[in-house]
């Protein structure tokens, strides 16, 4: 079983900067892709970005050239620096893992972990 753990939401000023950071209670070399998505409220979950242990990356058009997606898997960790931040941002962040990057990417990961909230102010 692999656990994830988000952090490092918060409230923040349009424009602002947050890094989110996704731990996994696992060695994460074995799990083919992770991911992030987000939900706002009223809306769908959507996938925010994925990447494989490799390092290549899928974004989604909304976020390109704003958001940057990386892991270290010596520490077990996926992390999402989030820059240029419009209140459009604003929902709970979840990340997720799955040996498949196609199921990271469809938002139908095995593996999820609980969401981390950012709220961006106007």
């Known amino acids: 079983q692999v656990q994830l753990v988000e952090s490092g939401g918060g409230l923040v000023q349009a424009g602002g900067s947050l890094r989110l950071s996704c731990a996994a209670s696992?060695?994460?070399?074995?799990?083919?892709?992770m991911g992030w998505h987000r939900q706002a409220p009223g809306k769908q979950r959507e996938l925010v970005a994925a990447i494989t242990p490799g390092g290549a990356t899928n974004y989604a058009d909304s976020v390109k050239g704003r958001f940057t997606i990386s892991r270290d898997n010596a520490k077990n960790t996926m992390y999402l620096q989030l820059n240029s931040l419009t209140p459009e941002d604003t929902a709970v962040y979840y990340c997720s893992a799955d040996r498949s990057f196609g199921a990271v990417v469809r938002g139908e990961a095995y593996y999820w972990g609980q969401g981390t909230q950012v709220t961006v102010s106007s």
């Open positions: 696992r060695t994460i070399g074995s799990i083919n892709a």
